[in-house]
């Protein structure tokens, strides 16, 4: 009995030891569950998803920007490198899970590399969650309308809400010059099962 009693002591002396070694080695006063706060975040230096810039990898920024980047966009030769800008003066917060947490939308831009706004390939918005202690990505916002300059079309958040988030786009019409799209439109999309749809 006496031993049985010992071995028990033991047991929990030792679990006891494991989870103070392992507390130990957490950031002073997190837990493995605490979130990311994402409006601390080096967004200068974050690697982003290549998707939106067709790239095979993701992409390390460097001081907000990433340059050629391997792409299978097509400019004045096939598969052109991009040259990948973050717009991290433009990020926008706002809680859109409904969890009391800011998301963070980061706008990006896709160019043909050393090229002029006829070259830009794509503009999308990243729009990231900072659960779990990482960065995980929600969705990539892009234009609904359709593409007709040849700049592509540009979004802006306007705001972002327990649900869903509303961006303005303002899209190119077929006369408009590279500066200037002219369309207007604001379009949403809804939170839904830890992505983001279209509404």
Not at 90 to 109: C, H, K, N, Q
Request: proline share 8%; net charge negative.
């Amino acid at each position: 009995m006496w031993r049985t009693g010992a071995l028990t002591l033991l047991v929990c002396v030792l679990l006891a030891a494991a989870c103070l070694v392992a507390y130990r080695l957490l950031p002073h006063g997190e837990t493995h569950s605490d979130p990311i706060d994402l409006r601390a975040v080096d967004w200068r230096s974050i690697e982003i998803p290549g998707t939106l810039c067709r790239s095979p990898k993701a992409i390390r920024l460097h001081d907000g920007t990433a340059v050629n980047v391997p792409s299978d966009f097509d400019g004045p030769e096939p598969n052109m490198p991009q040259d990948v800008s973050a717009h991290t003066d433009d990020i926008f917060y706002g809680d859109i899970t409904g969890d009391d947490r800011d998301e963070a939308a980061l706008p990006v831009l896709c160019g043909n590399h050393d090229s002029t706004a006829a070259g830009q390939r794509a503009m999308g918005i990243l729009v990231f969650d900072g659960g779990a202690r990482q960065l995980s990505l929600l969705g990539t916002l892009t234009s609904r309308k359709p593409r007709l300059g040849e700049p592509p079309n540009l979004l802006r958040v306007e705001r972002m809400n327990p649900g869903g988030i509303t961006v303005k786009d303002s899209f190119y019409l077929a006369e408009d010059p590279n500066c200037c799209p002219s369309g207007q439109a604001t379009e949403t999309w809804v939170h839904r099962k830890g992505r983001l749809v279209a509404r």
